[in-house]
Nanobody, 124 residues
């Protein structure tokens, strides 16, 4: 099993920045890809960004390209999501996820482990 714990969410004004963290523990050697997803009220969970532990790949949703940056600290088993130029439409619960399978996949079904989520609210 792998446990994922997110932190760093909060309330920010449009144009501001936040950095989310996701600490992984347990059988982390089984993980190939770490990803971030988000879910707004009344909407389906959607892909935000993903990267491999090995650094082979990185992937972003079009809606966040140029504004969000995903990174990792292998020594700390932690993945980060730096979010800049935030917009009200970025408001959602953000989830960290880990996949044992396909590298940098945006497909929700390919992720085996999920964190509890952290709320990000962007005011206009």
């Amino acid at each position: 099993q792998v446990q994922l714990v997110e932190s760093g969410g909060g309330l920010v004004q449009a144009g501001g920045s936040l950095r989310l963290s996701c600490a992984a523990s347990g059988r982390t050697f089984s993980i190939y890809t770490m990803g971030w997803f988000r879910q707004a009220p009344g909407k389906e969970r959607e892909f935000v960004a993903a990267l491999s532990w090995s650094g082979d790949c990185i992937n972003y949703a079009d809606s966040v390209k140029g504004r969000f940056t995903i990174s990792r600290d292998n020594a700390k088993n932690t993945v980060y999501l730096q979010m800049n130029s935030l917009k009200p439409e970025d408001t959602a619960v953000y989830y960290c996820a880990a996949s044992r399978g396909v590298l940098c996949t945006p497909a929700t079904r390919e992720y085996n482990y999920w964190g509890q989520g952290t709320q990000v609210t962007v005011s206009s």
